[in-house]
Structures are given as C-alpha cells and as structure tokens.
C-alpha cells in the first residue's frame, strides 16, 4: 500500500459526503423546519385554554378516569355531583398537516375546577357530612338553645353546620374559561 492512500481516499469520501448534505440542505432544511412548525402546533392545541375540536378531542377511555366514574356515579346517588370524568384531551392529526401525527400529545384537563362563585362554597359543602344539619329544624333548635347564657355558641348565626368559606380558596382558583 502506497503511503498516504488511506489520507487520499478519507479525503474523497469525506468530500463525497459533503457534498450530498450540501445538495440535500435544500431539501433538509424545510423539513426540519415544518417538523419544528408541527411540533409547536401540537404543543399548543393540547394546552390550549379552550378545545379546538378539529386538533384535540376528549375521552374518559383509561383507567383513572373509569375507576372514579364509578365512585363517583355512586356518590352521585347520594349527593347531586357534577364532576366530569370526559377529561383526557388527545391530539388528533389535521388533515392538512399529516406531520402532526408524528407527535401524538395527551393531557388530563383540569375538567373539576370551578367555574362560578357560587361553586367555590356548593361542591365542597357536598362532601362536608355535617352540612345535612344545615336544616330549618336544626337551626330554630339552635336558636332555642342558644338563648341559654352558657349555650350562646350554639345559635344558628354562631355555630354554622357545613360552612364551607370560600374566601379562603386562592382568586386564581376560579376558572373564567375551564381547561377542555
């Protein structure tokens, strides 16, 4: 073997080789930037506020979402619930952009928090066991007790069954639009 052949012939290769990526930038480079492009629109269909239904479509179908539905179903004969389990958003390939479906996105939405004032004291009374003495009855028995001088803390305005305060719960808490 002449000296230098193993030199010359990396040389050649290596030219070779740049200049297929070179000849191939043209086609790469598009690519990978409509990749990038896809990506990014994926990422923000699945965390958008709100569902657009042409990118994103919600299910209950996995296995936390049907084990709570049935716990919840049963509480829901007790007490009036309405938690949603039809939370888990999934990205769904447009028909444009057939690249999106090279990034399958999921996320569980936030599909329990509150969406009015009023929630932010009802749902959580639901699960209070002594707000079933938040009655009429109860309350003029309070009252009635509460006339005693060693019972004022008994009185319906003083001792509140199932209070529930809402100002308590951060503002930000309250969802104007609820994540689906």
Do not use: C
Not at 74 to 86: G, W
Not at 111 to 130: D, I, K, Y
Not at 142 to 164: C, N, R, T, Y
């Amino acid at each position: 073997m002449a000296k230098g052949q193993v030199l010359i012939e990396a040389v050649i290769g290596l030219t070779l080789m740049l200049l297929v990526v070179l000849m191939l930038q043209q086609q790469l480079m598009p690519a990978a930037h409509n990749n990038e492009a896809a990506l990014t629109a994926q990422r923000h269909a699945i965390w958008a506020r709100t569902a657009d239904p042409g990118v994103t479509q919600t299910t209950d179908d996995y296995p936390s979402a049907r084990a709570s539905g049935r716990v919840l179903s049963s509480l829901s004969n007790l007490v009036e619930l309405d938690f949603d389990t039809n939370n888990l958003r999934t990205s769904v390939a447009a028909d444009e952009q057939t690249e999106a479906a090279d990034y399958p996105m999921a996320r569980i939405t936030d599909a329990w928090s509150p969406t009015r004032a009023e929630q932010l004291q009802s749902r959580p009374a639901l699960f209070v066991l002594n707000s079933l003495l938040s009655n009429r009855v109860v309350t003029v028995v309070q009252d009635g007790l509460g006339w005693l001088p060693i019972a004022k803390e008994l009185a319906s305005d003083s001792l509140i069954f199932g209070h529930v305060d809402a100002d308590v719960v951060p503002e930000r808490a309250l969802t104007q639009i609820p994540y689906r």
